[in-house]
């Protein structure tokens, strides 16, 4: 009442019940009170009870903690252990396959590496049989040559020797009936022939003697620009003195060449004079039918050529001889200041040259060697029918080659051939009767059965005997043997 007091706002108080109680504090009981006393005693045994349950239940709860935590970390690391053995594990076979596949890949790499040089050995080897092979096919067809070349001068010795017999029988026995006239048409030859040689000789002298006289001339002009030019290049430095050296040499090439090419000229001129005498010799003998005539006509025309020729080759020789003399008499002096640099710059230039082409050299072996080691690589990846192909392809190069090789062979031995008997056959006198193929044919089989002549009279004395009473002129007498 005292608390909540009178005014109660129209209501009234009739009855009051207690429906919370609260402890007092034990600070506010009197511990000399017997009731406080009590209350102090029961409070703190009801307090301290508590406390020990309490403290229980706490330390039971934190054991409890701390053996779930342990557990908890033992299992952890159970784990975590389980993990590094499996990650371990894992490592070390995946380690093992993976030297093991290593392993495998350099097996395999090292086969095919065996296996692609086993091939380029094989190769090599087959280029090194092919290359003998054809350089002993090549000696083969040499000797061949040389055997056939010696077979052909034999062949060519005896048919000359039974021609050389032949044509001394058949003039021996022409010679009666056709001497007189023979003789006589010989003299009106030889009067044409030296006519003719007389106004050629006087031609040729003069046109000699006009070129000796431009050659000279053109040697002094030659001769006093070289001395002008000679004594102007004394007087200047040494850098100038070797351009006007190398001027002078060049100008004194080309003047050879001009010298040499005039020379080359007459020469030929002279030999095809020579010709044309040759071929009217000629056409003067199938005219007349006078073989002795036109061999004797063809060996006066030689015989003029060649004259011809020997005094413009002279005449050429003694005018560059000239020239080139008074050339070296004027240049003299220029030559020796320059001489040294010269040589300096010829020796300068050949070691360059020389530097160029062994540089050039060893560009060419190394693109050949590199163009080999790609073409083995390019034949050790191709397909086995590609490879059968290159090879193939290869052979057939080779077989062109060694055929081309027989075939220079061959011409050489036709040429040497034509060589020796144009050599065997330049003195011969032989009546051609036919056209060329009448004419090559029936030589051809004269060759033949001289031979068989040669050969059965080397064979039989009896018709050894014969022959040689033939020759003599004498009646053979047949001598008959009986055997005992």
Do not use: C, W
Request: glycine residues 4%; aromatic residues 2%; proline residues 1%.
């Amino acid at each position: 009442v005292e608390v909540i007091g009178d005014d109660l706002n129209g209501y009234v108080l009739e009855d009051v019940a207690i429906d919370y109680l609260e402890q007092t504090p034990k600070a506010s009981l009197d511990p000399n009170n017997i009731l406080d006393a009590e209350g102090i005693k029961k409070i703190t045994a009801l307090t301290a009870e508590q406390n020990v349950r309490t403290n229980i239940l706490e330390q039971d709860e934190a054991l409890a903690i701390k053996k779930k935590n342990v557990e908890t970390v033992e299992a952890m690391l159970e784990l975590e252990r389980q993990q590094a053995d499996a990650e371990e594990k894992q490592k070390r076979e995946i380690a093992t396959i993976s030297a093991r596949e290593q392993a495998e890949t350099k097996k395999v790499q090292e086969e095919e590496r065996k296996k692609a040089e086993a091939t380029t050995i094989q190769v090599e080897q087959d280029l090194q049989v092919q290359k003998e092979n054809q350089q002993r096919e090549i000696e083969v067809a040499e000797q061949n040559r040389q055997r056939a070349v010696a077979i052909e001068e034999e062949k060519v010795t005896r048919a000359r020797d039974l021609e050389i017999v032949s044509r001394e029988r058949e003039v021996e026995l022409q010679k009666i009936e056709a001497e007189k006239a023979v003789e006589i048409e010989k003299k009106e030859i030889a009067n044409v022939i030296r006519e003719r040689v007389a106004v050629d000789k006087t031609v040729a002298i003069e046109e000699e003697r006009i070129k000796e006289v431009r050659e000279v001339s053109e040697a002094d002009r030659a001769k006093q620009t070289q001395v002008l030019a000679a004594e102007a290049k004394a007087e200047e430095d040494k850098v100038k003195q070797v351009k006007a050296a190398e001027a002078e040499e060049l100008s004194a090439k080309h003047k050879s060449v001009e010298i040499t090419t005039i020379a080359q000229a007459e020469l030929e001129a002279a030999a095809k004079e020579a010709d044309a005498k040759k071929k009217l010799a000629e056409g003067t003998q199938a005219e007349r039918a006078a073989p002795g005539l036109a061999d004797a006509k063809v060996q006066e025309a030689k015989a003029v050529a060649l004259e011809k020729e020997g005094v413009a080759e002279a005449t050429v020789i003694r005018a560059k001889g000239d020239a080139e003399a008074d050339a070296l008499l004027g240049t003299g002096k220029a030559e020796a200041d320059v001489t040294a640099a010269q040589g300096d710059a010829e020796a300068k230039a050949a070691r360059e040259l020389g530097l160029a082409g062994a540089e050039v050299t060893r560009e060419q072996f190394k693109a050949e060697a590199d163009g080999l080691v790609d073409k083995f690589e390019a034949m050790n990846t191709m397909s086995e029918d590609a490879r059968e192909h290159e090879e193939f392809r290869m052979s057939l190069e080779t077989a062109l080659k060694e055929a081309l090789a027989a075939i220079d062979a061959g011409k050489d031995i036709a040429r040497e051939n034509a060589e020796v008997l144009a050599v065997a056959l330049q003195k011969a006198k032989i009546d051609i009767v036919g056209g060329e193929d009448h004419f090559f044919n029936n030589f051809a089989k004269s060759l033949s059965i001289g031979k068989a002549v040669d050969g059965l009279a080397d064979k039989s004395d009896t018709i050894s005997s014969l022959v040689n009473r033939l020759i003599e002129g004498k009646k053979p007498t047949v001598v008959e043997n009986e055997e005992a």
